[in-house]
């Protein structure tokens, strides 16, 4: 038996999106990403590995998950036996820590914990880089969740160049997200799928990289700034940039629901206002609001007149993976 690691890692939410891959095996972006580290949902996993074990065991909240649920986990696992030289299979127990249906769950905390406990299980010791490194085998947004705060992921040439750091981290000036928890609707297309056809079939994909590459230089500036403004205008723009590939893809698809739609209006409305927030959307229908704390309260009651006050949650910049053994 090997030791019991547990990692604990945050998501993170992308101000300049990811979304689309050069190389589908190794994971690399088509272009960079910057994103930040939110203190509010977080994934703790524990694994071991177990020469009595027969084959991997993965509980995710209690549950045991089935071959066919685990195989992507499993896949990871085989990769982390194959730097580490362990052979042993895993006993991974991964509790996600996000309001119950939010459908904030991510697989950027997840396989971000899951790097830094299973690579530890078996052995390695891992810089944070090469861990992010790793990370992005999994997923490519947990490449990012390694680091807290604002952080950027570089898109690289190959597995060495392709990793993240941080860019400001801990964050000293007044920035929040506000997630609005829609109404869950089945997915019409997951992140990989969808990427894959916007990348094969947008005649839009090369315009994204140039501008996409362009907001990266421009979010570093905004952020080192403190900007509110800048950031969020940036953010926002990137943000919808990306869901217009969906909707130019070929067959076409998008992640709005009628409620997304209503925020986005009720944000609008608020600047119109004077109330300096922003929004951004990833593969789903929940709105991410960005804003300075002082205004939490005009935001929250106007939205309130959608929305009932527990499907605003509130969420500050958080911290990197943080790594116990037992
Ligand atoms: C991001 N998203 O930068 C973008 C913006 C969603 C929208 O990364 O195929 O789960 O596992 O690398 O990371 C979500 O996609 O996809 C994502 P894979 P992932 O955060």
Same mark, same amino acid.
């Given at each position: 038996?090997?030791?019991?690691?547990?990692?604990?890692?945050?998501?993170?939410?992308?101000?300049?999106?990811?979304?689309?891959?050069?190389?589908?095996?190794?994971?690399?972006?088509?272009?960079?990403?910057?994103?930040?580290?939110?203190?509010?949902?977080?994934?703790?996993?524990?694994?071991?590995?177990?020469?009595?074990?027969?084959?991997?065991?993965?509980?995710?909240?209690?549950?045991?998950?089935?071959?066919?649920?685990?195989?992507?986990?499993?896949?990871?696992?085989?990769?982390? $036996?194959?730097?580490?030289?362990?052979?042993? $299979?895993?006993?991974?127990?991964?509790?996600?820590?996000?309001?119950?249906?939010?459908?904030?769950?991510?697989?950027?905390?997840?396989?971000?914990?899951?790097?830094?406990?299973?690579?530890?299980?078996?052995?390695?010791?891992?810089?944070?880089?090469?861990?992010?490194?790793?990370? $992005?085998?999994?997923?490519?947004?947990?490449? $990012?969740?390694?680091?807290?705060?604002?952080?950027?992921?570089?898109?690289?040439?190959?597995?060495?160049?392709?990793?993240?750091?941080?860019?400001?981290?801990?964050?000293?000036?007044?920035?929040?997200?506000?997630?609005?928890?829609?109404?869950?609707?089945?997915?019409?297309?997951?992140?990989?799928?969808?990427?894959?056809?916007?990348?094969?079939?947008?005649?839009?994909?090369?315009?994204?990289?140039?501008?996409?590459?362009?907001?990266?230089?421009?979010?570093?500036?905004?952020?080192?700034?403190?900007?509110?403004?800048?950031?969020?205008?940036?953010?926002?723009?990137?943000?919808?940039?990306?869901?217009?590939?969906?909707?130019?893809?070929?067959?076409?698809?998008?992640?709005?629901?009628?409620?997304?739609?209503?925020?986005?209006?009720?944000?609008?409305?608020?600047?119109?206002?004077?109330?300096?927030?922003?929004?951004?959307?990833?593969?789903?229908?929940?709105?991410?609001?960005?804003?300075?704390?002082?205004?939490?309260?005009?935001?929250?009651?106007?939205?309130?007149?959608?929305?009932?006050?527990?499907?605003?949650?509130?969420?500050?910049?958080?911290?990197?993976?943080?790594?116990?053994?037992?």
């Amino acid at each position: 038996m090997s030791k019991i690691v547990i990692a604990k890692a945050h998501t993170n939410i992308a101000l300049v999106k990811y979304w689309g891959k050069k190389d589908p095996k190794l994971m690399l972006p088509q272009n960079g990403s910057i994103s930040l580290t939110l203190d509010h949902f977080y994934t703790e996993t524990s694994v071991q590995f177990s020469t009595h074990a027969s084959e991997d065991q993965i509980t995710f909240n209690d549950t045991q998950l089935s071959p066919v649920k685990a195989q992507r986990i499993v896949k990871f696992l085989d990769l982390i $036996r194959a730097k580490s030289g362990q052979s042993a $299979r895993a006993i991974v127990k991964t509790r996600n820590h996000v309001p119950t249906s939010a459908g904030l769950a991510s697989s950027a905390s997840g396989f971000a914990a899951l790097a830094a406990a299973g690579s530890r299980a078996a052995g390695l010791k891992l810089s944070l880089t090469d861990l992010s490194r790793l990370a $992005r085998r999994g997923s490519g947004s947990a490449t $990012r969740s390694i680091f807290g705060g604002f952080v950027e992921w570089h898109a690289g040439e190959d597995d060495l160049s392709s990793y993240a750091e941080p860019l400001q981290d801990p964050v000293d000036w007044d920035i929040q997200m506000i997630a609005v928890v829609l109404k869950a609707t089945k997915k019409p297309i997951s992140s990989t799928a969808g990427m894959q056809r916007v990348v094969a079939t947008s005649p839009y994909y090369p315009a994204w990289v140039q501008t996409a590459n362009r907001d990266l230089i421009a979010m570093r500036q905004a952020i080192a700034d403190r900007d509110l403004t800048a950031v969020g205008t940036l953010a926002e723009t990137n943000a919808m940039r990306m869901h217009a590939l969906n909707l130019s893809a070929q067959p076409a698809f998008n992640y709005f629901t009628a409620e997304t739609l209503t925020t986005i209006n009720a944000v609008q409305d608020l600047r119109a206002q004077g109330i300096n927030c922003y929004y951004t959307l990833d593969a789903g229908p929940n709105v991410k609001i960005i804003c300075a704390s002082k205004d939490t309260k005009a935001i929250t009651t106007a939205l309130q007149r959608h929305f009932r006050a527990d499907q605003l949650i509130i969420a500050q910049p958080g911290p990197g993976i943080s790594i116990t053994e037992a």
